[in-house]
């Protein structure tokens, strides 16, 4: 018994609660709206769950729109920021793009420079580099050449003439490279070093008739005489080998005989020491002793001759070759410098 009057006061409760949530939601309110003016009342009712749906709904509009404002704030300085970054970016192009056309016009110059250098040296130009590169490459095969402007297509397309120009210049210069090297180690092997390291010295009597100095007689001069100061430097004009070293007191005083390629001999007269021996390999340019005045001489020179086979060259016409010096010239008292 109870147990069966607990359960009915349980049950007696959750309906009170339940009718009075009932009563209260079944209430209903009268909204009024009164003008200032004369015009009529306005009144409306409404329930009190309609009116808390109502209220909830206000809140969710009002959220949404706050939600919505932060995000559009958000995205408007996003692109913001990518319009800066966008101008930033179309400037740095313009100087891309204007250093994309000095480069063309280098590409232009190098090509007509390359192609008059290898037709001198009688060399092959590549396929691509003696005729213009066709403009269906991968650059073009990327980019969508009809939707960009013709200044655009022009510089790919000379950008891609530019690839193709280098490319195919790497054989002809390769064949100038070892050009070169050839004239360099012929011209090492071809007595045209100038005699006195650093290109030391003043020429004060040239090759050919000349007016001995101790006899006043004229005479034929062998080689040429380069002033210059007791200990200076004498080096080897030319790859070769040292074939003698001798000491002449009454004419050339202490000199070296180097026998090079070809048939070339050279003689460097009136040293003041010798560095090198007989029979040792000496190669151009090579320090091989010192100017001095031994023999028969009137101040510290070096005598340099040039011979080919049995005939003695002048000098002058083989170290001009890659060589300003400087010459004491006839009645002249001043020191041109001269080729």
Do not use: C
């Not at 939601?25 to 009144?43: C, D, G, K, W, Y």
């Not at 390769?174 to 180690?185: A, F, M, N």
Request: net charge negative; no cysteine.
């Amino acid at each position: 018994m109870m147990k069966v009057n607990g359960t009915h006061r349980d049950g007696g409760a959750v309906k009170r609660i339940t009718s009075a949530i009932a009563g209260i939601a079944r209430q209903r309110f009268t909204i009024m709206l009164i003008p200032h003016s004369e015009r009529r009342v306005v009144n409306f009712q409404i329930n009190a769950v309609a009116a808390v749906f109502v209220v909830a709904m206000f809140f969710v509009v009002l959220g949404s729109f706050f939600y919505v404002a932060t995000v559009f704030t958000g995205s408007s300085r996003l692109v913001t920021e990518k319009s800066d970054a966008l101008r930033t970016t179309e400037a740095s192009l313009d100087s891309v793009l204007d250093e994309v056309s000095h480069v063309i016009q280098l590409s232009r110059t190098f090509e007509s420079t390359l192609q008059s250098t290898l037709a001198g040296l009688n060399l092959q130009t590549g396929d691509r580099l003696a005729r213009d590169v066709s403009a269906t490459g991968d650059l073009s095969e990327f980019l969508d050449l009809q939707q960009v402007d013709s200044d655009t297509v022009r510089e790919v397309y000379e950008l891609q003439r530019l690839a193709g120009v280098l490319r195919d210049s790497v054989d002809p210069l390769t064949g100038i490279k070892d050009i070169l090297e050839t004239q360099r180690r012929f011209l090492s092997d071809i007595p045209n070093a100038w005699p006195l390291m650093g290109g030391r010295g003043i020429v004060m009597m040239e090759w050919g008739p000349n007016i001995h100095p101790f006899t006043g007689q004229w005479y034929m001069h062998d080689g040429i005489d380069i002033a210059d100061m007791t200990g200076a430097p004498v080096v080897a004009s030319a790859n070769g080998k040292v074939s003698e070293i001798g000491s002449d007191p009454l004419g050339y005083g202490n000199y070296i005989w180097i026998r090079h390629k070809y048939g070339f001999r050279t003689r460097y007269a009136h040293l003041n020491t010798v560095e090198v021996t007989e029979g040792e390999d000496v190669f151009q340019g090579q320090r091989i002793g010192t100017v001095g005045d031994t023999g028969m001489a009137t101040g510290p020179h070096l005598h340099f001759e040039l011979w080919l086979g049995t005939d003695v060259l002048d000098p002058a016409h083989f170290l001009k070759v890659q060589n300003t010096f400087n010459r004491r010239l006839p009645n002249q008292r001043v020191v041109n410098r001269v080729r």
